[in-house]
Structure formats: C-alpha cells, structure tokens
C-alpha cells in the first residue's frame, strides 16, 4: 500500500507552529519514544538493575537493532552492528580496509566529505607513521582519480553541505577494477535514499542513527562489513566487546566472529532504547517512496525560491539522480538569514561559508510545510529583516 504521509507525520512530536527541515542534522522524536526511553529507566534499569544485561536484552541490542537497520540499507542480516559515534565508526572501517589492502598506501576521499571522516584519516595515517597519505579531490573528479596506487575509496554518498549524491555502484566497481577497496558514509542515506549495499557490492559502510533515523542527539553510528571480509577484517579498535569471549577477561585479545569483532566498548542502552522505538515508524515503509516524495518536495521549494528570491543561488544538483533529500542555497549572508528564518519557526541550518540547508524527509514534512518555508523565507528576504546584530551573533551550533 502507498504510505499515508500524514499518518506517519502524526507519529512525530512536532512542536506548534514550527516548519522542520533540519532532520538531516537532527531528527524529530517520534512519540512513542519517552514512554519506550522511561520503561528502560524504571523497569529495566531501575528494577533489574545489573541484571538488565541479561534479563532485558541489552547485550543484544547492537546486534537486533543493526539487523533493522541493515534491511534499510541493503544489507545482509548479521553483517551491521551498532555503538560508540560516527567518527569512531569510520576510523575502525577505514583501519580494516587499510589492513586488507596492504601493498597500497593512498586513501582517496573528496573535498566534500565531511571533515570528521577526512581529520579520522588524517589521524590514522598520522599514527601509521607517515607510510600513509589522504588524498581528496572535488567531487566529480573521484571517479577518474581512482588508480592502482589507491588502497582505499572513502566517501560520504551524500554530500552534507550540497545534498550531491555519489553513484555508490558505479564507483565502488571501479575501485574494484582497480584493486581499491570502498568506506562508504551513509549519514545522509539511511533512513533518507534507497541503499543497496549488496548489489553495489561495498565493502565497508558506516552511518549515524540520529539524522533521519530519529534516534536523538547523541545516538549510536553503526559500521557495515561485507561477508567476504567479515572474518578477515583485523579490528583497529581492539575492545573488549569485540573479543571473541568477553567475560573470560583473556589478558590477550581474540576477534569475535564477524561483525560482533566490531564491536568496542558498553553499548549506550538507554539510546538504543529510543533508536528501538524511532524505527518502529520504518516497518511499513518503501524507501523508494520516501525518497520520491522527497524529491516532489524539494522541486517544490526549488521552483518557490528561485521565482521569488533570485538572489539565492542554487548549490544542489538540479538532476534528481544525484541528489539526497536536502536541497541548499549559497548566500554572503547566509547565517543571518537561516538566524532569522529560526525566529520565525521555519528550521535549517548553516554549513560554513555560505550554505542555507533545508532537508525534506517526507515522513514528517509536507506541501504546506514548503509553501509556509518559502513564504517565510522570500519575506526575509524582501524586507532585509535577517540584517540586524542578534541574527548575525554566531552561536556555538551553526
């Protein structure tokens, strides 16, 4: 059956009179979240207490929400598994697949990756003693920089400042070719755009839950690790969940089987709490769907912005093959504007030097939604009501 958009939007705690478009930063709270999030407070944690590993499944929670996760990204079951952050998530990926490439010392990666992913592979080969070096190109220059001196093609899918979409597929096969192996950053994918990670055949994968998986600030990333390295994949980031017996406490460290060698520290169980609930709202949903109605709502706000505010340009791919679900515009002033746009109940954000972004995830965001953002934002700027000192006051989260 085709979803029923406004049932879904029903499902989120949207506050009163407020346009969200910022879920490709951080998403909503879906409403069963706080009764899901107070149940693991008062009965498991607060009755069970250290039985709560046991009796409330929390040693298993990696492992069951990752499964849910992996059928939202292509992904075989028992081959996604979640905790700790993104960062942490990329650097063990990328320290794996440097391991399994070793005769090859490049990384390549584009300008626009997201900084976090390029500082982890600036670190790693910093602490691989120079032998290392990243290299980044513009984005569409990934595809012909690939060589047979690249060990491996690391990538965000969908840029975070353009919304750009990477063809996973098509480059992932030349990196093959090639003899390169592929990270892939599905922080602006899952939960936002098909992903097939098994028909484009990736070899490591990584992403965050709190975007458009709704798991809330802070949630738990979550790595991916083809079958065919599953066993193979040397764990940079030995810790002791992701030893083969954990509660033997062995002073000499064994890789679990699989995936659960990916695996580092305590899982964060009240997160995964809400993460639990948050994907509840994914069980009936067809990504393909999603993302198509996504589209209609950035052409929507597309067509809206540039009939009436030329003076935005548009930093988005106009084709609907390479974009994600957000749609930016570049402006000087860009901050002041998404500043004053907040103060009027229609949420964005800025990515420095001058990117207004607005993301359309269909689940919680409609029509009237975009023609109240493009009312907003047209009047803004009309009446230059963004140029006053409180608007351009740069606050510690941009």
């Known amino acids: 059956m085709p979803i029923d958009f406004a049932a879904k939007k029903a499902q989120f705690h949207l506050p ?19 009764a899901r999030v107070d149940a693991a407070v008062r009965n498991e944690w607060g009755e069970m207490l250290i039985r709560g590993w046991n009796h409330a499944g929390w040693m298993a929670q990696p492992r069951m929400l990752g499964d849910r996760i992996a059928r939202l990204i292509g992904a075989e079951a028992g081959t996604v598994v979640l905790g700790d952050t993104l960062s942490i998530k990329v650097y063990q990926a990328l320290a794996s697949a440097l391991d399994l490439n070793p005769k090859r010392r490049v990384i390549l990666s ?27 190109v513009a984005p569409e220059e990934v595809m012909s920089a690939i060589d047979e001196s690249v060990a491996v093609v690391m990538l965000t899918e969908v840029d975070y400042r353009t919304g750009r979409r990477h063809h996973m597929a098509d480059i992932t096969r030349r990196a093959h070719e090639l003899g390169a192996l592929t990270v892939w950053d599905l ?46 994949a040397r764990p940079a980031l030995s810790g002791w969940l992701g030893h083969e017996a954990p509660f ?11 995936i659960e060698r990916m695996r580092v520290g305590t899982p964060p169980v009240l997160q995964m709490a809400a993460l639990e609930a ?18 209609r709502l950035q052409d929507q706000f597309i067509k809206g912005v540039e ?16 974009r994600g679900s ?9 901050y002041a504007i998404m500043q004053a746009l907040i103060a009027e109940g229609v949420i964005g954000d800025f990515r420095a030097p001058d990117i207004l972004r607005f993301g359309f995830t269909p689940l919680y965001v409609d029509e009237d939604d975009v023609a109240r953002a493009v009312n907003v934002l047209t009047r803004i700027l009309d009446y230059g009501t963004w140029d006053r000192p409180e608007f351009k006051q740069r606050a510690a989260v941009t």
Request: hydrophobic content about 40%; glycine content about 10%.
């Open 16 to 34: 009163e009179g407020v346009v969200y478009l910022d879920g490709n930063s951080l998403g909503p709270m879906v409403n069963t979240v706080p």
């Open 110 to 136: 584009d300008t626009g990756n997201f900084p976090s992913d390029l500082y982890m592979a600036e670190g790693l080969c910093r602490t691989l003693g120079g032998q290392y070096r990243l290299k980044t």
């Open 187 to 232: 922080a602006h994918s899952a939960g936002a755009i098909p992903v097939d990670l098994v028909g484009a055949r990736a070899d490591f994968a990584v992403g965050c839950t709190y975007k458009y998986l709704n798991s809330g600030p802070g949630g738990p990333a979550f790595i991916y690790v083809a079958p065919r390295h599953a066993d193979a």
């Open 248 to 258: 033997a406490f062995d002073l000499s460290y064994r890789p679990g089987q699989g």
């Open 278 to 295: 948050a994907l509840e709202i994914w069980e009936d949903v067809d990504l393909h769907e999603v993302h198509a109605q996504s589209l």
């Open 307 to 322: 009939s009436r505010a030329p003076m935005l340009q548009l930093a988005t791919p106009r084709s609907h093959l390479m």
């Open 326 to 334: 957000q749609v930016s515009f570049r402006h000087p002033e860009g």
